[in-house]
T-cell receptor, first 115, second 115 residues
Framework: AQSVTQLGSHVSVSEGALVLLRCNYS??????LFWYVQYPNQGLQLLLK??????LVKGINGFEAEFKKSETSFHLTKPSAHMSDAAEYFC?????????????FGTGTSLTVIP | DAGVIQSPRHEVTEMGQEVTLRCKLI?????LFWYRQTMMRGLELLIY????????DSGMPEDRFSAKMPNASFSTLKIQPSEPRDSAVYFC?????????????FGPGTRLTVL
């Protein structure tokens, strides 16, 4: 079975500081991994995804994530936080061998950006 | 292009009443997902359709919940009778093929309150 764990349900950073949101996955096979962002009162929007190509994935709004198989991690980073980055971030995993195509979402990390 | 459309955006009802949530997929998408989001349980997949056929409904809480796709572009999620514990934000999402690498596009959600 697939699962993801997001460490830290709340993260606060100062504007301009590095953003690091952690995601670790559990999978018996190399998974597909995703980061989604949810702004207040909106649906989820894809930030980036890893589908077994380059391990460093660049997404929208300056975010990127690196797939590290040895650490079973897919942490999300952004060099300099902006006020508009304040949102809920979800890591998700899917099993490429699962024809049922179930996505498993983490519990989310709420990012606060302090002026 | 219009994104995923959900209606209503907010629904307040009394316990025991029937509730119907509606979703219009992005044109050309073949897969449809219904999710429920609560503070306690996070984001849960309720049911997944591919080409109008329910593939996995293991996340549907109980028989009070039912989902249909009467055509390729539209879906309903019905709760009958509704209970206060059903209060949540319900999202639908669509994807092009339903494959494991496929991006899911989320609607804005329906916030359901059952009194």
């Amino acid at each position: 079975a697939q699962s993801v764990t997001q460490l830290g349900s709340h993260v606060s950073v100062s504007e301009g500081a590095l953003v690091l949101l952690r995601c670790n996955y559990s999978s018996s096979v190399p998974p597909y991994l995703f980061w989604y962002v949810q702004y207040p009162n909106q649906g989820l929007q894809l930030l980036l995804k890893y589908t077994s190509a380059a391990t460093l994935v660049k997404g929208i709004n300056g975010f990127e994530a690196e797939f590290k198989k040895s650490e079973t991690s897919f942490h999300l980073t952004k060099p300099s936080a902006h006020m508009s980055d304040a949102a809920e971030y979800f890591c998700a995993v899917s099993d490429p061998q699962n024809t049922g195509n179930q996505f498993y979402f983490g519990t989310g990390t709420s990012l606060t950006v302090i002026p | 292009d219009a994104g995923v459309i959900q209606s209503p955006r907010h629904e307040v009802t009394e316990m025991g009443q029937e509730v119907t949530l509606r979703c219009k997929l992005i044109s050309g998408h073949n897969s449809l997902f219904w999710y429920r989001q609560t503070m306690m349980r996070g984001l849960e997949l309720l049911i997944y359709f591919n080409n109008n056929v329910p593939i996995d409904d293991s996340g549907m809480p109980e028989d009070r919940f039912s989902a249909k796709m009467p055509n390729a572009s539209f879906s309903t999620l019905k709760i009958q009778p509704s209970e206060p514990r059903d209060s949540a934000v319900y999202f639908c999402a669509s994807s092009l093929y339903g494959g494991g690498t496929d991006t899911q596009y989320f609607g804005p959600g329906t916030r359901l309150t059952v009194l």
